[in-house]
């Protein structure tokens, strides 16, 4: 088991993965409810979706950098999203930082 909470098996550094309790979670709340996911299948969102915000918090931080800021804010993960062709994903996170 990781620091986090999570097992990261042999994929790298402790710290580069979300929790596997977490993702499964998440993911439970996706599936039906007579249906698993089997431990590989966590394993790999786990991955993804560990990539997934590393990448767009690596773009916001850049902009944080280049504009001599040390915080990242809502504001620069939502630029980083559309810089990234995330668009889709925008407004509905536009909603929910503005509740």
Do not use: H
């Amino acid at each position: 088991m990781d620091e986090a909470g999570g097992d990261s098996g042999d994929r790298g550094a402790p710290d580069k993965y979300l929790p596997t309790a977490n993702i499964a979670r998440i993911m439970k709340k996706g599936l039906p409810d007579n249906a698993k996911c089997a431990k590989d299948g966590k394993d790999t969102i786990q991955e993804c979706v560990s990539e997934f915000v590393s990448f767009i918090t690596s773009e916001a931080s850049d902009k944080c950098k280049r504009e001599k800021r040390k915080t990242v804010n809502g504001d620069d993960v939502l630029w980083a999203m559309t810089t990234l062709g995330f668009d889709s994903y925008v407004e509905p996170l536009k909603v929910y930082l503005n509740r």
